[in-house]
């Protein structure tokens, strides 16, 4: 309910103690987190972060880089919608990506059903999907 102010209040408690932060926006096992890459929603974040993230620079004499971290469930639409976001902000860099809760790859195996994001191979397409498409639309405009 209170993401934004929780993300603020993280990134001003560690900031004078990092070499640069990762704001997981992806994490499947954190109840509606996901929702923050909806676009609207996603642009009061990166914009209310990076005006703290200036402000701290400013406060500390230094710069730490913040990093957005997204899901590879993303459809075209919304990988879209976090490129332009990540731009539009000037985001540091992106890191593509968390794990999936897709279990297409893991149909029929044991523990299947089980909550929690996937990591490994059951990733991969997904994750190489979510790169080739930021890589597309970011060029060199923002690391990945």
């Given at each position: 309910?209170?993401?934004v102010?929780?993300?603020?209040?993280c990134?001003e408690r560690v900031y004078?103690?990092?070499s640069?932060?990762?704001?997981n926006?992806?994490?499947p096992?954190t109840k509606n987190l996901?929702?923050?890459?909806?676009?609207s929603e996603?642009?009061?974040?990166?914009?209310?972060?990076r005006?703290a993230q200036?402000?701290?620079a400013?406060?500390?004499?230094?710069?730490?880089?913040v990093?957005?971290?997204i899901?590879p469930d993303?459809?075209?639409?919304?990988?879209a919608?976090?490129?332009d976001?990540l731009?539009?902000h000037?985001m540091?860099?992106?890191?593509?990506t968390?794990t999936?809760?897709s279990?297409?790859?893991?149909v029929?195996l044991a523990h299947?059903e089980?909550?929690?994001?996937l990591?490994?191979?059951?990733?991969?397409?997904?994750?190489?999907?979510?790169?080739r498409?930021l890589?597309?639309?970011l060029g060199?405009?923002?690391?990945?």
């Open positions: 309910e209170r993401a102010d929780d993300y603020l209040h990134l004078p103690h990092a640069y932060v990762t704001v926006i992806s994490s096992n996901r929702q923050l890459q909806g676009a996603l642009d009061s974040l990166l914009g209310t972060l005006g200036q402000r701290l400013d406060q500390h004499k230094r710069y730490v880089p990093a957005l971290k899901a993303l459809d075209d639409d919304q990988i919608n976090v490129a976001a731009l539009r000037k540091d860099g992106v890191i593509a968390n999936t809760i279990r297409e790859a893991v029929g299947a089980e909550a929690g994001g990591s490994g191979q059951p990733v991969r397409e997904g994750s190489t999907r979510v790169i498409a890589h597309g639309l060199d405009a923002v690391p990945i």
